[in-house]
C-alpha cells in the first residue's frame, strides 16, 4: 500500500482535522473513524434519496397496477409470452419425442407436412390431465390487459380448440360489457381478428382471406409471438411461417429446460463452495486483502452523496427535457452511467491524488490472474443466497402479479427492469445496446460506486469493530441501498441485496474491485442472454 496522501500532507477544511487525527497515535480508533459533520450530512442526503427512490418506484407500481385502459406494451404482455412459450413449446417437444421413439421402433410415419388435417389433429390429442393441466396454466395468466386476456382466446385455440376458445371468448365480451371497458381502436381491431381466426378454426374455413394484411401486422405488433401463433393456427395451409412460430416456442422451452437444470447445478456447486469457504475461513486459511484507510472515509461518503444527486437528478432532468425532445433511453442510459464517474473528481478536489484514489476503490489489482479466475468461483458460491431469497420472495412476488379482483382490465403491479421492455425486440442494434447497458456499463459504474467508494466509507468507519462485524454490517448496509435504489421495487430489494452481499465479499477478499465486476457482469450477461432468448 502506498503511503497515503493524508498523511505527508495537508489537506484542506475537515480533511486537516482528519490529517491530525491519523498522525495522533493518542486518539483512540473511535474518534479516528468518526462522521465529521460534512459525512453526517451526506448520510442524510443518501438516505433521503434512498427512500425517495424506494417510494417513488412503490408508488408508481401501484399506480400501473390499478390503471385501467390503454394499449399494453410489450411488458404488459412478458408473462403470457413466457406460459404461451412454455404451453406450446412442451406440446412440441412431446409431439417430437413420440415420432423419434416411433422410428426408433421402425414404426411406418409420414412426414409433418404430407400428414392431412385429421391425421395433424390426432397428434395433438390430450389426456384428461394434460388438459387440465393447460386449462389450470392459460386460467392463472387470464387476467390483467385486455391484450393479454385475448393472447389467452389465442392459446386455448392453439392448445385446446376453437370450442374452448370461443367459450373464453364470449366470457371476455360479457366482462367487458359488465364492467363498461372500452377496447381502445387497435384492441378493437385484435378482437375481431382473433374472433375471426376462432371462427373460422371452428368451422374449418380458415384461409389466408381471413386476416387482412393490416390485421396480421397489428397482431404481430401489438401482441408479439402469440400474435403470430394467431395468424397460423393449425387448419392454416401457411406451414413455413408456422414452422417458425412453433421452433420458437421450443428454443424457448429448451433454453429455459437447461437453465433450470444448469440452475440446480449451480446451486449445488455453490452451496459446496460456500461450505469450504468457510472451513477455510475458520481455519484461518482466508485472510482479507482489504486495507484500512483512516482519515478519508467522509471524503468518500460524500463521493458516493455527490454520485447519488447526480445520477438521479440527470435522469430527471433528460426526462423533463425528453417531453419535448424525443430522447432513445436504451442508447441514453450507458452515457448516463459512465458520464457519472464523474463524481470521483471529488476525492481528488478534496486533496487526494487519483493514484490514492484508485488504491481505495480498488481500481488496482496485485494478482490479475487470480482475480479474474477468482470472479466465477465468487458467482457460484452466490447463487445460493440468491437462489434461497427468491425462493422465500416467490409467494410474494407471484402474488404482486395479480391485479385486484375488483380492478378488472388492470395491468397488475410489475417487478420487472425497465430494460426487459426491449426483450421482446431481437434486433441487432437493441440488443448490441441492453448488452452495453446491462453487461458493461452497469457492472463498471455500479461497483465502482458501491463495492468501491461506498464500502471503502462502511468498512473504513467501522474499522474499529471486529471484523466480522464491519464486514457484515457494510456488506449489508451496502447491499440494501444497492438493491433499494434499482427499478424492480421493495420484493426484489432481497434477492438484489444477496448479489451484492456476494460482490462486497469478494471485493473484501480480493482487496480489488476487478472480481466484483467480472461477477456483475456475469450475472448481467447470463440474465440477459436468457431473456432474449426465451422472450
Given at each position: ?15 486537516v482535522?482528519?490529517a ?52 399494453a ?25 413420440e ?44 387476467t390483467?390487459?385486455y ?25 371476455l365480451?360479457e366482462?367487458v ?21 376462432v ?26 409471438w402469440?400474435?403470430?401463433?394467431a395468424a ?21 422451452t ?11 447445478l449451480a ?37 458516493f ?45 478534496r ?31 452466490t ?20 391485479p ?59 474499522a ?23 427499478p ?43 431473456m432474449?432468448?426465451?422472450?
Amino acid at each position: 500500500m502506498t503511503e497515503h496522501p493524508s498523511e505527508s500532507e495537508p489537506l484542506l477544511d475537515d480533511s486537516v482535522v482528519e490529517a491530525e487525527l491519523i498522525t495522533d497515535d493518542s486518539i483512540n480508533g473511535n474518534a479516528r473513524n468518526r462522521l465529521s459533520i460534512s459525512g453526517f450530512i451526506s448520510w442524510c442526503v443518501v438516505a433521503a434519496i434512498t427512500i425517495a427512490v424506494i417510494t417513488m418506484v412503490a408508488a408508481s407500481q401501484q399506480t400501473v397496477s390499478e390503471s385501467v385502459g390503454g394499449d399494453a406494451t410489450s411488458g404488459d404482455l412478458m408473462q403470457i409470452q413466457l406460459v404461451g412459450k412454455m404451453l406450446v413449446g412442451q406440446q412440441e417437444l412431446q409431439i417430437m419425442s413420440e415420432r423419434l421413439m416411433e422410428e426408433a421402433a421402425d414404426k411406418e410415419k409420414p412426414n409433418l407436412a404430407e400428414v392431412d388435417q385429421d391425421e395433424a389433429a390426432s397428434v395433438n390429442d390430450l389426456t384428461d390431465e394434460e388438459a387440465d393441466a393447460i386449462e389450470s396454466a392459460i386460467s392463472s395468466a387470464n387476467t390483467g390487459t385486455y391484450e393479454q386476456q385475448l393472447a389467452c382466446v389465442v392459446l386455448l385455440n392453439e392448445l385446446l380448440g376453437p370450442e374452448r376458445a370461443t367459450e373464453n371468448l364470449t366470457d371476455l365480451n360479457e366482462r367487458v360489457t359488465l364492467h363498461d371497458f372500452s377496447p381502445s381502436e387497435s384492441q378493437s381491431v385484435l378482437r375481431d381478428a382473433i374472433t375471426n381466426i376462432v371462427t373460422a378454426c371452428k368451422n374449418d374455413s380458415f384461409d389466408d382471406a381471413t386476416l387482412s394484411i393490416e390485421e396480421e401486422a397489428l397482431l404481430a405488433d401489438r401482441m408479439g409471438w402469440i400474435g403470430r401463433l394467431a395468424a397460423v393456427p393449425v387448419p392454416a395451409g401457411r406451414t413455413a411461417l408456422r414452422e417458425d412460430v412453433i421452433s420458437e416456442a421450443t428454443t424457448s422451452t429448451m433454453v429455459c429446460t437447461v437453465a433450470m437444470m444448469v440452475g440446480v447445478l449451480a446451486v449445488v456447486a455453490g452451496f459446496v463452495l460456500g461450505v469450504l469457504a468457510i472451513g477455510r475461513y475458520r481455519k484461518g486459511a482466508f485472510n482479507s486483502r482489504f486495507d484500512h484507510q483512516f482519515g478519508t472515509h467522509n471524503i468518500y461518503i460524500e463521493t458516493f452523496a455527490i454520485w447519488l444527486v447526480y445520477f438521479f437528478g440527470i435522469q430527471f432532468a433528460v426526462a423533463f427535457v425528453g417531453e419535448a425532445i424525443p430522447i432513445d433511453p436504451l442508447k441514453l442510459n450507458p452515457v448516463i452511467m459512465f458520464s457519472s464517474l464523474i463524481a470521483l473528481a471529488w476525492p481528488v478536489i478534496r486533496g487526494l491524488s487519483f493514484s490514492q484514489v484508485r488504491q481505495d476503490i480498488g481500481w488496482t489489482s496485485a494478482q490479475p490472474l487470480r482475480d479474474f479466475f477468482a470472479a466465477p468461483i465468487g458467482y457460484l458460491a452466490t447463487i445460493p443466497m440468491v437462489f434461497l431469497t427468491f425462493a422465500l420472495m416467490a409467494g410474494l412476488i407471484m402474488q404482486s402479479m395479480q391485479p385486484a379482483e375488483t380492478e378488472e382490465f388492470s395491468r397488475g403491479e410489475s417487478i420487472s427492469h425497465p430494460i426487459q421492455e426491449y426483450a421482446t425486440e431481437s434486433n441487432a442494434s437493441v440488443i448490441l445496446w441492453v448488452a452495453l447497458a446491462a453487461c458493461v456499463a452497469a457492472p463498471i459504474v455500479e461497483e465502482t460506486v458501491f463495492r468501491g467508494v461506498l464500502y471503502r466509507h462502511l468498512r473504513d468507519v467501522t474499522a474499529h469493530w471486529r471484523t466480522v462485524a464491519s464486514v457484515v454490517f457494510s456488506s449489508l448496509l451496502n447491499a440494501f441501498i444497492f438493491a433499494a435504489i434499482h427499478p424492480q421495487g421493495v420484493m426484489l430489494i432481497p434477492v438484489l441485496g444477496a448479489l451484492a452481499v456476494g460482490f462486497s465479499l469478494m471485493r473484501e477478499w480480493r482487496g480489488s474491485l476487478y472480481p466484483s465486476m467480472i461477477m456483475h457482469g456475469i450475472h448481467n450477461g447470463l440474465v440477459t442472454c436468457l431473456m432474449f432468448t426465451i422472450l
